[in-house]
């Protein structure tokens, strides 16, 4: 596609389920970066990858989350056992190389 | 204290005025600088990338680093409404991957 693509745009989920959020990045692009903003924070690194190197996964703030990259295109963010304190939206970025200069609009997670 | 810090506003300006916004950092190790706007329910999107000190511009927008005082600035000359956004300030090291971002200022550019 022309752009980043996320599924969804909104989740809502109660405390204790597993989510799954989705970046289509746009194709060819090598690096891949997921984000999390939360009101009156600025973006919150998680996870990058690059190619097929091993991703940084340095940004992720618990083993609740996890994320994958299949093929070097499509990735998986999910969280398990989600807490209220994880609503924020998510935002994928790709570009060929480090610069996450391409955003998707995000999934908006809300826990309750 | 914050990597990056940035004032989070509202600013409100009338159509046609300079804007000025600013970032303040505390790590020397930063060499690349960004500007994104991002509107409501979207992805930011990269309005500048510079590498080290100096001016870029482009069209109306020209960022500033100044590296001695650790200070970056977004400058928009003739400000239209469709400049009302968030503005998010990010820098990076030379090596490693993460992207260090503002908490962004909120613009409202009246007609």
């Known amino acids: 596609g022309a752009g980043v693509s996320q599924s969804p745009s909104n989740k809502v989920t109660e405390k204790g389920k597993d989510v799954e959020l989705r970046c289509d990045p746009i194709s060819g692009h090598t690096a891949l970066y997921w984000y999390r903003q939360s009101l009156g924070q600025g973006l919150e690194f998680l996870i990058y990858f690059q190619g097929n190197s091993a991703p940084d996964k340095s940004g992720l703030p618990s083993d609740r989350f996890s994320a994958e990259r299949t093929g070097g295109s499509v990735s998986t963010l999910t969280i398990q056992r989600t807490q209220q304190e994880d609503s924020a939206v998510y935002l994928c970025?790709?570009?060929?190389?480090?610069?996450?200069?391409?955003f998707g609009s995000g999934t908006r997670l809300t826990v309750v | 204290q914050k990597e990056v810090e940035q004032d989070p506003g509202p600013l409100s300006v009338p159509e046609g005025a300079i804007v000025s916004l600013n970032c303040t950092y505390s790590n020397s190790a930063f060499q690349y600088f960004m500007w994104y706007r991002q509107y409501s329910r979207k992805g930011p999107e990269l309005l500048m990338y510079?590498?080290?000190?100096g001016n870029k511009e482009d069209g109306r927008f020209t960022a500033q680093v100044d590296k001695s005082s650790k200070y970056i600035s977004l400058f928009i000359r003739d400000s239209q409404p469709s400049d009302s956004a968030t503005y998010l300030c990010?820098?990076?090291?030379?090596?490693?991957?993460?992207?260090?971002f503002g908490t962004g200022t909120s613009l409202t550019v009246i007609p």
């Open positions: 970025a790709s570009s060929l190389l480090q610069g996450g200069d391409t």
């Open positions: 990010a820098m990076k090291w030379v090596i490693g991957n993460q992207f260090y």
């Open positions: 510079t590498y080290s000190s």
